[in-house]
Antibody, heavy 119, light 110 residues
Framework: EVQLVESGGGLVQPGGSLRLSCAASGFTFSSYEMNWVRQAPGKGLEWVSYISSSGSTIYYADSVKGRFTISRDNAKNSLYLQMNSLRAEDTAVYYCARVAAAGRTFDYWGQGTLVTVSS | QSALTQPASVSGSPGQSITISCTGT?????????VSWYQQHPGKAPKLMIY???NRPSGVSNRFSGSKSGNTASLTISGLQAEDEADYYC??????????FGGGTKLTVL
């Protein structure tokens, strides 16, 4: 069974940093592209970042470019999101999502981890 | 990349059919057959319902169907059931090799 479990969320002050993790199981993690998607309280989904299966190709949404860094450790079956210079508008539930083997869709999602940026 | 445009809300009675539209541009919806639809119940993670415009993942009811014309994609739910009440989001792959979501549509089953 495919499982994605996020962790690392919490309360952080504006300007602070946080590192999110996503532990994958039930599939060959190193063969799949991964993404982070976030959802502000009461708002819609927003794509945040993409990383290829090898980690060699990375993309970011303009709203986080230069502040967030996506990475992965295929030996540990884990995806990460390093978030620096956090702002109030980064407050959201952050989901990791797997890209389907064929196509450009997110076929599995984690349960999400809440990040709250507030003083 | 601007969000795709969806109606904020739609409603229907049990047994009826509803359609949710999703409008983008030639750089996303109109340019690729990579439109997906996700269902999200309150407090839950999104669930894939339709991929590549009109394909259903295994286990998704055939009451859910998708289509596309030009820059607008659509999700149709037939034979509405109470458990269909949820938020629905469309998504498209884009010419920038990124993804964009719609603002979401709240479906109310009357």
């Amino acid at each position: 069974e495919v499982q994605l479990v996020e962790s690392g969320g919490g309360l952080v002050q504006p300007g602070g940093s946080l590192r999110l993790s996503c532990a994958a199981s039930g599939f060959t993690f190193s063969s799949y592209e991964m993404n982070w998607v976030r959802q502000a309280p009461g708002k819609g989904l927003e794509w945040v970042s993409y990383i290829s299966s090898s980690g060699s190709t990375i993309y970011y949404a303009d709203s986080v470019k230069g502040r967030f860094t996506i990475s992965r450790d295929n030996a540990k079956n884990s995806l990460y999101l390093q978030m620096n210079s956090l702002r109030a508008e980064d407050t959201a539930v952050y989901y990791c999502a797997r890209v389907a083997a064929a196509g450009r869709t997110f076929d599995y999602w984690g349960q999400g981890t809440l990040v709250t940026v507030s003083s | 990349q601007s969000a795709l445009t969806q109606p904020a809300s739609v409603s229907g009675s049990p047994g009826q059919s509803i359609t949710i539209s999703c409008t983008g541009t030639s750089s996303d919806v109109g340019g690729y057959n990579y439109v997906s639809w996700y269902q999200q119940h309150p407090g839950k993670a999104p669930k894939l319902m339709i991929y590549e415009v009109s394909n259903r993942p295994s286990g998704v009811s055939n009451r859910f169907s998708g289509s596309k014309s030009g820059n607008t994609a659509s999700l149709t739910i037939s034979g509405l059931q109470a458990e269909d009440e949820a938020d629905y989001y469309c998504s498209s792959y884009t010419s920038s090799s990124t993804w964009v979501f719609g603002g979401g549509t709240k479906l109310t089953v009357l």
